[in-house]
């Protein structure tokens, strides 16, 4: 493990009006990793991959990508970094296709702005959108949702729509991919099958992964690397063997979920 | 006809470029070349009176394709199109009446120079969203309202301004039949514009902002940029609609271009299908053919020996008036996707036949 750091959040804080979400938390990301974060229900999980991803602001501490602060970077010029994520609730444009949600997800590798867009034939956008579609249609192959790549977003079922979010996500081509609890509300068969794109993507593809899960199943067979959350303080951060091992883990957390697993 | 543009079962597309297609089948590219032709004929056999309703479904089609883009597409609300409208109006007669700019010419220039004007309007309503948008849109169009009127170097003032014939290259197209290509040729270059547009990286952009922002920020989508660009795309096709109408007409007064106009344009957009590229025509098409097709009612029916009796003759009179308000709430109610959401379940039925349920 002496990859080098490609996200570093040092003494990270943030608080809502008296709540205090995160307090400083201090964390490194190496490159090619796939680390979980875990912790109890508003432990601050959320909170810390809204930080990285620009939707909130920490209070105090400072965020930086490949060794460059990104932490006054708004959050679509972080995505240009090549930070994606997916969200812990359902997020897709309802209203669009599949192909197109995931074609969003193109946006900042695309060249066409809206009046070669609107001359289509003339300024090059229909060779630029076919270029693009062959990579789309990989990504389409990876987490085989080829079947629906032309239904409305908005009309798949729970399990499709996560599966084409982590696509939306991954059409990016992110350095850095975060996953909101990616498997929550799923059956085992279709968590093991996320599960296996996960695991591509990260081995194959090389992208470093950041994702939070309850599974603890999961996350042990999974993960290089674990990081605990409690009431907004990292408790613990080690291979998942150190972490079951860890006492203080286990009276914090694992102790009173269902940790049989 | 009808089978011939839906797509058989059984035809896979094998390229990229086929899937992607405006025209899924030959059969839809026929049809589409077909009506073309077909339109380009017209002129030889409507009337006058045919052509100019023509004429003016063109016209409000293209000002409800622009509106259709900014709150259709991108989700934002606007109750000031009948001040881009305006500005564009007033801003090609301006232009060719002052500078003597050619009037084909003067036209897509009003359309840019009232884009200024729609991207100074949308910049702080990119903050804003909702009923506060709707607000601030409607502001802008009262302050704009007052500037037609007061403003007489550019619009006139009340006494309005008189606007010079269509020409081009010398050709003076004045007349139904002449003008009607004119509006054609406009109404064609913007509707394919905007159907390219929206299956393109900006219009899927305006489409993401519209129904999930955060979602489009994590795609890299600036809020902030897309959403005024909106608004500048938005204006310039009202413009465009408004210098038309001002060429067409003749002259624009500023008490023609009042917020009932602009609430007109939303009724097009509700009754066509929000977000729809060709309910924005059929919407225009259905307001403007509604109220003819009542005064026909009524003409007919005081023919008749019900025409003896005042309440109902003037109650239809009146139903005529009422009648846009009427047309919105029903289709609210029972046709909340509009004309061109039950155009495509026809066409969903037509691609199945025989074997539709
Ligand atoms: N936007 C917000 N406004 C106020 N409080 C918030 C907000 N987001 C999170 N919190 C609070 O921060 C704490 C951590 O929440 P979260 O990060 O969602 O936890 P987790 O994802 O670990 O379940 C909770 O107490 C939650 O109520
Ligand atoms: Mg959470």
């Given at each position: 493990m002496s990859a080098k750091v490609l996200l570093e959040g040092r003494d990270i804080s943030l608080g809502f009006r008296g709540v205090k979400a995160l307090r400083h938390v201090s964390f490194e990301v190496r490159e090619g990793e796939l680390l979980s974060i875990i912790g109890p229900n508003g432990a601050g999980k959320t909170s810390l991959l809204n930080c990285i991803s620009g939707r909130y602001r920490p209070s105090e501490g400072e965020l930086f990508f490949d060794s460059r602060?990104?932490?006054?970077?708004p959050t679509a010029a972080r995505a240009r970094l090549g930070i994606a994520r997916t969200f812990q609730n359902l997020a897709l444009f309802a209203h669009m296709t599949v192909l197109d949600n995931i074609m969003v997800g193109r946006h900042h590798l695309l060249k066409t702005g809206f009046l070669r867009g609107g001359l289509y034939w003339l300024g090059g956008a229909q060779r630029e959108e076919i270029e693009h579609r062959r990579r789309v249609e990989e990504i389409i192959d990876l987490l085989e949702i080829e079947h629906i790549r032309?239904?409305?977003?908005?009309?798949?079922?729970y399990g499709l729509r996560k599966r084409v979010e982590l696509a939306r996500a991954l059409a990016i081509e992110p350095r850095l991919l975060l996953l909101d609890e990616p498997m929550a509300g799923m059956n085992l068969e279709e968590k093991e099958d996320i599960a296996r794109y996960i695991m591509e993507v990260n081995d194959e593809w090389g992208v470093t992964v950041v994702m939070i899960e309850h599974d603890m199943g999961v996350v042990m067979d999974l993960s290089d690397r674990v990081i605990v959350l409690n009431y907004g303080e990292k408790i613990a951060d080690g291979t998942p063997q150190e972490i079951a091992e860890s006492a203080e883990v286990r009276a914090a957390y694992l102790g009173s979920a269902d940790a049989a697993a | 006809m009808a089978l011939a543009t839906a797509r058989p079962c059984g035809d896979f597309r094998t390229s990229y470029a086929a899937d992607k297609t405006i025209f899924p089948t030959r059969g839809s590219l026929i049809a589409a070349l077909v009506g073309i032709l077909a339109l380009l004929a017209l002129p030889l056999v409507l009337d006058r009176y045919g052509l100019s309703l023509l004429i003016y479904i063109g016209i409000y089609g293209i000002g409800a394709l622009g509106l259709n883009l900014l709150t259709g597409c991108t989700g934002q609300i606007s109750l000031g199109h009948a001040a881009f409208f305006g500005f564009g109006a007033f801003g090609s007669t301006w232009l060719s009446n002052k500078f003597g700019v050619p009037v084909a010419l003067a036209i897509p220039l009003a359309g840019l120079m009232t884009t200024v004007v729609g991207i100074v309007v949308g910049l702080p309503a990119a903050r804003i969203k909702g009923l506060y948008l709707a607000i601030a849109t409607l502001a802008a169009q009262y302050i704009l309202e007052d500037f037609f009127a007061r403003a007489e170097w550019f619009s006139g003032g009340a006494a309005g301004a008189h606007a010079r014939p269509y020409e081009l290259f010398g050709f003076r197209l004045a007349g139904e039949s002449a003008y009607f290509y004119v509006v054609l040729a406009h109404l064609v270059v913007l509707y394919v514009f905007a159907t390219n547009l929206l299956r393109t990286r900006d219009g899927r952009a305006f489409v993401a902002v519209r129904d999930h922002y955060l979602s489009a920020e994590v795609m890299g989508i600036d809020l902030t940029r897309y959403k005024v660009l909106a608004f500048g795309i938005s204006t310039f096709y009202a413009a465009v609609a408004g210098a038309l109408m001002a060429h067409y007409v003749g002259f624009v007064s500023s008490e023609s271009i009042n917020i009932l106009l602009s609430i007109q344009f939303f009724a097009m957009i509700i009754i066509g299908g929000m977000g729809s590229v060709m309910g924005s025509l059929m919407g225009a098409a259905f307001m403007v053919l509604m109220p003819e097709g009542l005064e026909l009612a009524v003409h007919a029916l005081r023919s008749?020996?019900?025409?003896?009796i005042p309440q109902i003759v003037n109650g239809l009179a009146f139903a005529k008036e009422a009648a846009v308000g009427l047309a919105i709430v029903l289709f609210l109610i029972?046709?909340?996707?509009g004309l061109a959401h039950r155009w495509r379940l026809v066409k969903a039925y037509w691609k199945l036949y025989p074997f539709a349920h």
């Open positions: 602060p990104i932490g006054s970077l032309h239904a409305v977003a908005g009309t798949l079922s | 008749t020996s019900w025409g003896d029972f046709e909340p996707q």
